[in-house]
């Protein structure tokens, strides 16, 4: 459960680093929007890891033997995707505006990782739901509580937030790789 929850963390952060950009672009956002554009995120990062479960378990039977070495390198190259990107600092051209359109996209967009890293639940066997509903809320909360501070601090944080999740999925990949071939 612990893994998880920090699993959350990381694959909450693409969200987190643009909920900054628009609390830092648009300083006048009240209570409802912020509730709006935190449950949209978390609602997409609960349902990707769903369908990357259901599209993995389809091929999970198969690969049990090297499962270990699948999940490790879609955590590493996700987190290291992250980290790249944390790099080109793109925020502020995705956040054009905060319409229902460009925020469903902009949530697919942060959680595309998160339905990779459920096709590593059903190698994991992993119980899904509860994954699943783990990530919708902490990115919920972490979003919610990032407007806020992209209202006070802006562009500083942005990268930061995502260096962060790529350095955590890189850890996990690295921790599910050491304890499979230390069994």
Known sequence: MEMIFILAIALAM?????????????????LPKVLY?????????GLMPL???????SFANYA????HWIAFVLLVGLG??????????????EVTDLSSKTLITLAIATSIDAMAVGVTF???????????????????????????VGKKLGSLLESKAEMLGGV???GLGCKILAEHLGN
């Open 14 to 30: 693409d969200s987190v680093a643009v909920s900054i950009a628009m609390g830092a672009k648009y300083k006048r956002l009240r």
């Open 37 to 45: 554009i935190a449950a949209v995120f978390g609602i997409f990062q």
């Open 51 to 57: 369908a990357g479960y259901f599209i993995g378990i």
């Open 64 to 67: 049990q033997a090297y499962d």
């Open 80 to 93: 290291a995707k992250m980290l790249y990107e944390a790099y080109q600092d793109e925020f502020d051209e």
């Open 122 to 148: 059903a190698f994991l066997q992993t119980d899904i739901y509860t994954a699943s509903a783990m990530i919708a809320i902490v990115t919920f909360v972490l979003c919610w509580m990032a407007v806020y």
């Open 168 to 170: 955590i999925l890189i």
